[in-house]
């Protein structure tokens, strides 16, 4: 077996400081070793693509990051290794537990399929993977093969069988979080305003912000408003830019960083609100562009007509929320600033301007672009 505290100085001694996961009982003895290390900055994630979308935006300020979760929840992290790792050029780590290994302990039958397939996933996904050595004398070695992968720009995995780790850290209680004193809720929704305006003013007041904008029209509209070294245009990877965002202010301290989320980008991950409610990082401000409908993709309606976001985000542990009405609310909303996280919650009219450019950047050029601006600063 593997002492869990003699794994993590390992992982921590080759610069692996944010870990970012969702609990499998095979990790009980890592997972409480990490979230109790002094040395370890541990994001508890909602689900597993969150995860990984966290531990990217660390990596692109300067932190290489781990995932961890079991296999059975893999699936959730598909779209992310494909999309934003994959796409981005963005290496971590990743720690995912083997349920339902063929030959193995038996378990539940959720876990059969997935155990039979996980390796081929990694693989099908183009993710290095190997299974844990069991004995420490081995672990060197594979962690080795991981980082090579890793200096490639690409993820790397180690499947973890059960039975392999071994610890007996409890996490302490400092994990609890209060919800901050209420706050009412500023400004009223108006009419819609028109999506390029509001996307000037954002450009306007963001020069010196991480300025990252959802995939779809978002982005290409942002670029066309004028290209800057501190943006990044997400492609794929649906509504993990709020967590990229996180794992950025994780890494960049006092950087402040802007996201530029939509209505059903949001809505396909709104637990991201809760972790960044809980983890309540001082330099984000999130940015809901709300046009109700899903734009790029021949602008079907999507439900948010009927969710009061700014309630969700205060409910969540947002130091604020404040609903625009105006451009000019706005752009007092951003030239104020203030503790965040900050939430805005801006309705706008469904695009009628269809014909946008695209990035000639690519995507690796926009991460790297990005590393340096926020190496910079």
Request: hydrophobic letters at 40%; aromatic letters at 6%.
């Amino acid at each position: 077996m593997i002492p869990s505290e003699e794994f993590v100085e390992q992982l921590a001694r080759r610069g692996f400081g944010v870990f970012s996961g969702v609990p499998c009982s095979y990790l009980t003895p890592l997972i409480n070793t990490v979230i109790t290390s002094a040395s370890i900055d541990y994001v508890g994630a909602t689900n597993e693509g969150d995860a990984v979308a966290v531990v990217a935006g660390a990596e692109l300020a300067g932190r290489r990051g781990v995932v961890l979760f079991q296999n059975s929840g893999l699936g959730n992290a598909v779209n992310p290794f494909t999309s934003l790792t994959e796409t981005f050029r963005i290496p971590m780590l990743v720690l995912c537990t083997w349920r339902g290994q063929p030959g193995g302990a038996p378990d539940e039958p959720q876990h059969d399929r997935m155990g039979r397939i996980t390796l081929d996933l990694f693989e099908r996904m183009g993710i290095p993977a190997e299974v844990l050595p069991a004995t420490s004398s081995e672990v060197e070695a594979a962690l080795d093969r991981a980082g090579a992968a890793l200096d490639r720009g690409s993820p790397a995995a180690l499947v973890i069988p059960k039975g392999i780790l071994s610890g007996d850290a409890v996490p302490s209680a400092h994990r609890r979080r209060d919800l901050p004193a209420a706050l009412e809720i500023a400004g009223d929704l108006g009419a819609p305003l028109d999506p390029d305006a509001a996307l000037q003013v954002i450009h306007e007041e963001t020069e010196e912000s991480a300025l990252l904008a959802t995939t779809g029209f978002t982005g290409r509209a942002l670029y066309a408003r004028g290209d800057r070294a501190n943006h990044f245009y997400m492609v794929g990877s649906m509504g993990c830019i709020a967590s990229l965002g996180l794992g950025i202010t994780r890494a960049a301290g006092e950087v402040p960083t802007v996201v530029l989320d939509g209505d059903g980008s949001l809505l396909m991950r709104l637990g991201a609100l809760a972790t960044i409610g809980f983890e309540a990082p001082g330099s984000l401000t999130h940015i809901l562009l709300d046009n109700e409908v899903h734009d790029s993709t021949g602008a079907q309606a999507t439900v948010s007509p009927s969710v009061d976001f700014a309630t969700i985000a205060l409910a969540c542990g947002y130091r604020s929320a404040r609903r625009i009405n105006s451009l000019d609310a706005l752009r007092v909303a951003l030239q104020e600033g203030g503790a965040g996280p900050r939430f805005l919650h801006v309705r706008t009219v469904p695009r009628p301007d269809r014909k946008l450019p695209r990035p000639t950047i690519t995507p690796p050029e926009v991460a790297e672009r990005l590393r340096g601006w926020l190496r910079g600063r």
